[in-house]
């Protein structure tokens, strides 16, 4: 199966930006770590990352017809972003919601997806396991 696991805003900064919150390891670290757990054998996966919502959009436009599933952590545009929310819908790809913290035991304003329901799942504050649980879902 193609999957491709979409990151949004400041995920660059993972292992920089608050530690105790999102962890000592970087976006790559994470990235290696999946590629090499079995889970991901036999699969073609795609990595992304961008702080712009127009290049969000447009690469899961990209996705209708020509993958399997996505994972996405869309960061803060998981609560105000109707257009990613849209362009998920619209393209008919089976998406799993990933957070690294957990979203309901923080400020009251993250507690609001606007994206989960458009998804088969939202799993939150498991860390760099949740994408390996996004993954599991998509292929199971």
Known sequence: MKILIINGPNLNLLG???PDIY??????DIENWLNDQPESDGHSITWFQSNHEGELIDFIHGAMGNVGGIV?????FTHYSY???DAIS?????????????????????????????CL????????IGYLKGIQRLIN
Do not use: C, M, W, Y
């Open 16 to 18: 920089i930006r608050e």
């Open 23 to 28: 962890g000592s390891e970087s976006l790559s």
């Open 121 to 128: 799942d939202q799993i939150s504050g498991l860390g760099k």
């Open 72 to 76: 996405i952590n869309p960061g803060a």
């Open 90 to 118: 619209a393209i008919n790809v089976p998406t799993v919601e990933v957070h690294l913290s957990d979203i309901n035991t923080r400020e009251d304003f993250r507690e609001i997806s606007v994206i989960k329901d458009v």
């Open 83 to 85: 257009a990613i929310r």
